[in-house]
């Protein structure tokens, strides 16, 4: 069965970074594109950003572009979410994501950043 597990969540200061992981399993990892979401509480999880099969498209939320990038390692079957310039808004809880709102999630890992 498809398996996503987020790590590499935790506490960082403004303007700090974070690298976030997700391992996949239970699927051909190589051949799906593949999400970052995230929630603030509250009940909207919002899309961060996607890279395709072979990391030849990637796109962001405005919210986060030019600071986050995602990247992918298709031999290890991970996908990753470096975070820069990190800001309080930016606290949330991260998910790993395949297939959009309707399809598969991991069980999210939790950022927060504060002074």
């Known amino acids: 069965q498809v398996q996503l597990v987020e790590s590499g969540g935790g506490s960082v200061q403004p303007g700090g970074s974070l690298r976030l992981s997700c391992a996949a399993s239970?699927?051909?990892?190589?051949?799906?594109?593949m999400n970052w979401y995230r929630q603030a509480p509250g009940p909207e999880r919002d899309f961060v950003g996607g890279i395709g099969p072979d990391s030849r498209i990637i796109n962001y939320a405005a919210s986060v572009k030019g600071r986050f990038t995602i990247s992918r390692d298709n031999s290890k079957n991970a996908l990753y979410l470096e975070m820069n310039a990190l800001k309080p808004e930016d606290t949330a809880v991260y998910y790993c994501n395949r297939d959009g709102r309707t399809g598969y999630w991991g069980q999210g890992t939790q950022v927060t950043v504060s002074s």
């Open positions: 239970g699927f051909a990892f190589g051949s799906y594109s």
